[in-house]
């Protein structure tokens, strides 16, 4: 039955007469009694709207058919990358369903394997996830972060690696933090939070982070604080020490902007000072290695797209620098040193290419990869004359080579077996023209031979913002699509990082407006060259691709058949209000500001739906402990949508619990939520299964 036959009665969302002012404006805000997600009133209005949600996609008659056809395909072993410290190997691997990856341990690659940590073993349902890790030097000591619930939170204990037994040290309050080791294995630098109010952990927001150190065997009362600055409540800090054991080095961040500081500090003498570096928010400067004094860092200092240059801390003036390898035409990721090497990442048109410098920026080879996708990996220490990546594309399952640094040949060492004939799909990137005239990137992917007639249901997605670049990799959700004879679209957004910085701030701020262009473009090229049309066309996207979703829906209803917009960003005044999302105001603006309050509210999606409007099919997802993009933005946006809408689709929202903003979300939580969105789109654009 079309979705369009059901005309629904939506749970009651009551309305306030709350009215804030904002630089004389006023701006009502009916819905905020659902800021609070755990008062009575909420949890009925989350109650009533899983059931109208549930009810209806449990009519869908394929809804069950899709979820087999994902279990039986995302039943397969995945490995994770190979990694070394001291005499040990250390890899993450999944069965095929398990929830949570499994961390084994080996001596050698051919020996056999041991099982280092088994989150599945933490919580019945999956929900307590290993989110960071750090082993020592010598290979004897793991250091490893879980989180329950999908939070942000994390509590820090440790295991010794040879008997998988945890000693007594248990630290807690830590967020938006690693572990980095002392070479001695006595203890690590990390940085957490004062503790906050138990009753508001997941809204409140998040200041004054401060570095310490935490001597094993102690309790986390007598971690000596490293550094932290009372004067700048905003500033984080991450604390990593050298390869060589010298220096630590502390990188100081101030929310989502990709501008940072350096410090460091002599760990070879006691007393040593907090060095400041580099003191100016300027630029990016990512740590890449020492020689002793000399500090090698990628940066986009009067580089946009990114360069390797080296900084003697014993002569540290700007003027003093030099730089190893300039700006080239492809934007530079990231940088490691394997076999007195630089291994170089880069993106060129938001594809993959890696290649190898000497110390003195002399290029020497490209790693030949299979074809038009993303290689990640290439970690290792400074003499290692073997390294592993991991490969990827839209019809590539992730596998791992193994790479000879001096040959320079990569060789297969885990190739997963996936029950699909990758021959039968064809990926082309295609160039199209955004409203202004700039050339946007789109990969699309599909069966091979369909028609482009117009009428090919079509799923378009994509993020566009905060520097994060959208490359090829392969899912199993996307393949059951395109078995349905369904298109996978997307387009490299301006406000990410595919083309380096200029592309990033061409999508920030005051310039919002033209990731919202560049995606309602993409949709109008879909449909002039007959890919799809409208009734066929769904937009999807997470987090701040959500807000790209709430976004364009409420500019361009016309435009779209479906929505799904996750986890999204849709109170553009009030979201730096809650946990972190204060940080994000280096990348939106803020509403407190009168110069830059006007271009939020002139796209807030919550702010910008009409009454009386007709919105393409709607389901809206997140997760009742979302403590990274809280999810009064969701309730908000859904309340507003059900009392504005004046069309007969649906739009529903969908309520996970005990599950967050999606990092270490258990695999039966995955598929299910997969099966949900491909049933509600093969139900409202009327896909023929």
């Known amino acids: 039955m079309p979705s369009s036959k059901k005309i629904f009665t939506y749970p009651s969302s009551h309305k306030s007469n709350q009215v804030d002012n904002y630089h004389g404006t006023s701006v009502a805000d009916p819905y905020r009694w659902l800021e609070d997600p755990d008062s009575e009133e909420t949890r009925t209005w989350i109650e009533a709207q899983n059931k109208i949600t549930f009810d209806y996609l449990s009519e869908i008659p394929t809804r069950e058919k899709i979820k087999q056809r994902l279990t039986k395909l995302w039943d397969y072993e995945k490995y994770g990358i190979p990694f070394k410290e001291g005499e040990r190997y250390f890899y993450f691997k999944n069965n095929g369903l398990q929830n949570q990856s499994v961390l084994y341990t080996l001596k050698t690659l051919d020996g056999e394997p041991k099982v280092l940590l088994d989150p599945n073993k933490l919580s019945e349902d999956g929900t307590v996830a290993l989110s960071g890790l750090s082993i020592s030097e010598d290979g004897k000591l793991l250091a490893y972060g879980l989180s329950t619930s999908g939070s942000d939170w994390q509590e820090w204990k440790v295991r010794d690696v040879e008997t998988g037994e945890d000693l007594q040290d248990n630290l807690k309050w830590i967020k938006f933090s690693g572990a980095s080791w002392t070479h001695n294995g006595q203890g690590f630098f990390y940085s957490r939070y004062d503790e906050p109010n138990e009753k508001t952990q997941l809204e409140d927001v998040n200041y004054y982070q401060k570095l310490y150190y935490h001597q094993l065997g102690t309790s986390q009362s007598e971690d000596i604080l490293i550094y932290h600055r009372p004067d700048q409540k905003e500033w984080g800090f991450g604390g990593g020490v050298t390869e060589d054991g010298h220096y630590l080095i502390i990188s100081i961040w101030l929310g989502t902007d990709s501008k940072n500081l350096v410090f460091f500090k002599d760990l070879t003498n006691h007393n040593a000072e907090v060095v400041e570096l580099i003191n100016q928010f300027e630029a990016d400067y990512s740590f890449i290695d020492n020689d002793d004094s000399v500090f090698y860092f990628r940066t986009d200092l009067n580089a946009p797209r990114g360069r390797v240059i080296a900084i003697d801390t014993k002569n540290p003036a700007p003027e003093n620098w030099q730089e190893i390898i300039p700006q080239s035409a492809e934007t530079l990721e990231s940088v490691g040193i394997l076999n007195n090497q630089f291994v170089a990442d880069y993106l060129k048109d938001a594809h993959s290419q890696i290649k190898i410098f000497d110390l ?9 990869l299979p074809g038009l996708g993303s290689a990640g990996g290439f970690a290792g220490k400074r003499h290692d004359t073997e390294t592993f990546y991991n490969y990827t594309s839209f019809t590539t399952p992730g596998t791992t080579y193994r790479y000879d640094m001096i040959t320079g040949k990569s060789t297969v060492f885990r190739q997963p077996k996936v029950d699909f004939n990758p021959d039968d799909y064809e990926t082309k990137q295609v160039f199209y023209q955004s409203k202004d005239g700039t050339r946007v990137p789109m990969f699309i992917t599909h069966k091979k031979g369909i028609q482009l007639d117009g009428n090919n249901p079509t799923y378009l997605y994509a993020y566009g913002g905060f520097n994060a670049s959208m490359t090829p990799g392969f899912s199993v959700s996307l393949l059951v699509w395109m ?10 957004l301006r406000g990410g990082g595919e083309y380096g910085e200029e592309w990033h701030q061409a999508g920030m701020k005051d310039k919002k407006q033209n990731v919202f262009d560049d995606f309602i473009s993409a949709a109008e090229w879909l449909i002039a060259n007959k890919y799809t049309k409208t009734d066929k066309l769904a937009i999807a996207g997470g987090s701040n691709g959500g807000l790209l979703v709430g976004a364009c829906i409420t500019q361009r209803p016309d435009l779209f058949g479906a929505a799904i917009p996750a986890v999204g960003v849709m109170d553009m005044l009030r979201f730096h209000k809650f946990t972190i999302g204060w940080a994000w105001t280096s990348e939106y603006g803020s509403a407190d500001n009168s110069e830059e309050f006007p271009a939020l509210y002139a796209y807030s999606p919550l ?6 409007t007709a919105y393409p099919a709607t389901l809206i997802t997140t997760a009742d402990h979302d403590d990274r993009v809280v999810p009064a933005h969701s309730f908000k946006f859904a309340a507003a949508l059900q009392e504005a809408h004046a069309g007969d689709a649906p739009t529903l929202i969908r309520i ?28 409202t654009l009327n896909v023929e299964v």
């Open 360 to 368: 003195k920026g002399a290029f020497i080879r490209e790693v030949e």
């Open 656 to 683: 996970e619990t005990k599950a967050g903003h999606g990092a270490g979300k258990p695999t039966a939580k995955i598929i299910e939520e997969a099966a949900d969105k491909w049933a509600f789109l093969v139900r």
């Open 607 to 612: 702010h910008n739906i009409k009454p009386d």
């Open 483 to 492: 078995e349905m004879g369904g298109i996978y679209a997307m387009p490299n």
